[in-house]
């Protein structure tokens, strides 16, 4: 039997209008979740999201997991996900790699690329958006942590509200279009050059991102 596949009972008509069993497959995904194609009646309060699996993004998305709390935050691979899943939660992390615009419309291979039709199709209004963005300050100081711009640009149009934006003291790049008004749009990190930053930057950036969505 696949581990991965219940089956469960979920009451349904038949061809004659009476209700009868039918079974509800659920899958398990990435993260041990199980996923539903039906929408929970209670928004929950943070969601963290994150592609792709297996790398440095997974791995940070794990640590503000465990950070923040295993029992207080659930977290989804966007590989296993429709983007309606995102209206679950009253608050969002979402946690991608460093992209330029060009790459992300352009690079089917990715897999938040192929999430953002999704993402169009809802709106983020009251929804508050927290983002995380890796990038490599040495091999692409000019676009370092682009993708994260590209993110806020995304969830500003569709209505969410952005919170934990980062000063940029402490950076070294060129340019990047995730600083707006000398500020990053979200917590930019580099694993590739500054992993030993890492923890830090993620514990400070957290004491000030979650008291605003507690607050909320």
Same mark, same amino acid.
């Given at each position: 039997?696949?581990?991965?596949? $219940?089956?469960? %009972?979920?009451?349904?008509?038949?061809? %004659?209008?009476?209700?009868?069993?039918?079974?509800? #497959?659920?899958?398990?995904? &990435?993260? @041990?979740?199980? &996923?539903?194609?039906?929408?929970?009646?209670?928004?929950?309060?943070?969601?963290?999201?994150?592609?792709?699996?297996?790398?440095?993004?997974?791995?940070?998305?794990?640590?503000?997991? %465990?950070?923040?709390? !295993?029992?207080?935050?659930?977290?989804?691979?966007?590989?296993? $996900?429709? !983007?309606?899943? &995102? =209206?679950?939660?009253?608050?969002? $992390? =979402?946690?991608?790699?460093?992209? @330029?615009?060009?790459?992300?419309?352009?690079?089917?291979? /990715?897999?938040?690329?192929?999430?953002? +039709?999704?993402?169009? %199709?809802?709106?983020?209004? /009251?929804?508050?958006?927290?983002?995380?963005?890796?990038?490599?300050?040495?091999?692409? +100081?000019?676009?370092?942590?682009? @993708?994260?711009?590209?993110?806020?640009?995304?969830?500003? @149009?569709?209505?969410?509200?952005?919170?934990?934006?980062?000063?940029?003291?402490?950076?070294?790049?060129?340019?990047?279009? !995730?600083?707006?008004?000398?500020?990053?749009?979200?917590?930019?990190? /580099?694993? /590739?050059?500054? +992993?030993?930053?890492?923890? !830090? #930057?993620?514990?400070?950036?957290?004491?000030?991102?979650?008291?605003?969505?507690?607050?909320?």
């Amino acid at each position: 039997m696949d581990k991965n596949k $219940i089956e469960q %009972k979920k009451p349904g008509l038949n061809q %004659k209008g009476v209700e009868e069993d039918s079974p509800l #497959r659920l899958t398990a995904d &990435l993260e @041990g979740n199980y &996923l539903l194609d039906e929408r929970t009646s209670e928004m929950k309060w943070l969601g963290i999201f994150y592609s792709p699996a297996g790398g440095s993004v997974h791995r940070v998305a794990k640590m503000l997991k %465990k950070k923040i709390g !295993a029992d207080k935050v659930d977290m989804f691979c966007v590989n296993d $996900i429709q !983007a309606g899943k &995102l =209206l679950d939660y009253k608050n969002l $992390i =979402l946690v991608c790699s460093s992209l @330029g615009r060009s790459t992300w419309e352009r690079e089917q291979r /990715d897999r938040w690329a192929k999430f953002f +039709p999704g993402m169009r %199709k809802i709106s983020l209004k /009251d929804r508050f958006v927290a983002l995380v963005g890796l990038g490599d300050h040495v091999t692409y +100081p000019k676009n370092f942590v682009d @993708g994260m711009g590209y993110m806020a640009e995304l969830v500003t @149009g569709l209505g969410g509200t952005l919170v934990g934006k980062t000063s940029t003291d402490g950076y070294v790049y060129e340019d990047s279009t !995730a600083v707006i008004d000398d500020l990053f749009v979200g917590l930019p990190l /580099d694993e /590739d050059f500054e +992993p030993e930053k890492t923890d !830090a #930057r993620i514990s400070k950036w957290l004491d000030m991102v979650l008291p605003e969505f507690e607050r909320i």
